[in-house]
């Protein structure tokens, strides 16, 4: 069964009629309902592409968030093989918001790290929501370390509302960590492909994500701050989240024409959350395009690019 946003109760009432019919014809063999079913059925089909045809920035934010999107999770057991985990930082603790290890992507060996925010009640808390403490952030360090030592493309799936902001993240060295892991993306000599798969928060996103090649989800988001901590902030009012998010231009059209991302992946009508299977085999075509782009570039080339991708950001971003 679907989980409807807000924006959606309408389309939730129609699907919810056609479904009720058909749950008495179940229960009635001898009532045709049909085609007033598959009345319903179109009804709803046009009502979603006209709601998903021009989401505003703040439901965009809310797709991003949706519970039912696939997670780095889904991802790492759909796309990867011989997935072998590797956890702890080798110094406080093993972060389960942060996940990564070993693996092969079409039997191109590499190192994947992501966010996981976890699918249900108890694995939500269990991964702290995908909000990665220090020990998180140090764990990615490592990965990158080991990838750069044997010659391993990094791939990254983000997917945080930010960096844990609780006291003993702080007392860890929280924002010493997530500056680590950013100087660690410029660094290795490998590349480094990441892909915002929902929410892109931070700089516990800029931790993962400052790579060679930055792909979004169509309908992702990614920004310095959220939009309710944006309006918290600037209005002090947190339901000024709408034109916070309008602001902050967060939305994967915005930024690739800021330069700050170089690729959209397209998301099927009703987003992530309703074609899990379609997206997710999206994500894995798109990395493996953007990795062959770097096949034969030598260590000093792919750094360079790198560099040079991010120094010329904030040129763009004036010039648009």
């Known amino acids: ?57 703040w439901r965009k934010c809310q797709v991003a968030r949706h519970p039912d999107r696939p997670h780095c999770k889904d991802y790492i057991e759909a796309l990867f093989q011989e997935y072998t985990p590797l956890a702890g930082d080798r110094n406080f603790a093993d972060d389960h918001a942060v996940m990564g290890g070993l693996a092969r992507l079409n039997d191109r060996p590499v190192v994947v790290i992501g966010h996981e925010k976890g699918a249900d009640t108890k694995s939500r808390i269990e991964r702290n929501f995908g909000m990665a403490r220090p020990e998180g952030y140090r764990k990615a360090i490592r990965l990158m370390d080991l990838a750069d030592r044997f010659r391993l493309p990094v791939i990254t799936l983000v997917d945080t509302p930010g960096a844990y902001p609780g006291k003993g993240a702080e007392e860890r060295g929280q924002s010493e960590a997530i500056a ?28 993962f994500a400052t790579a060679n090649e930055v792909a979004m989800l169509e309908h992702s988001i990614y920004s310095v701050i959220s939009p309710e901590g944006c309006a918290s902030i600037l209005w002090k009012d947190a339901e000024k989240m709408r034109e916070a998010a309008e602001a902050l231009r967060l939305t994967a059209q915005d930024l690739k024409k800021l330069g700050v991302v170089d690729r959209i992946i397209p998301e099927p009508v009703g987003g992530a959350q ?15 395009e953007m990795l062959a782009a770097y096949d034969g570039k030598k260590r000093s080339e792919i750094v360079a690019a790198r560099r040079s991708k991010f120094l010329e950001m904030g040129r763009k971003g004036l010039a648009a």
């Open 1 to 57: 069964m679907n989980n409807y946003l807000e924006f959606e109760k309408p389309l939730a009432e129609i699907e919810g009629k056609a479904e009720e019919l058909r749950a008495m014809a179940r229960a009635n063999p001898e009532m045709d309902v049909e085609g007033e079913a598959a009345a319903l059925d179109q009804k709803a089909d046009q009502m979603l592409a006209d709601l998903y045809k021009s989401l505003t920035p």
């Open 180 to 207: 680590r892991s950013t100087e660690k993306c410029l660094q290795i000599g490998v590349p480094l492909i990441s892909v915002v798969i929902g929410e892109g928060g931070s700089g516990g996103a800029v931790a």
């Open 274 to 288: 309703r074609h899990r299977t379609a997206v997710i085999s999206a994500v894995g075509k798109a990395l493996e």
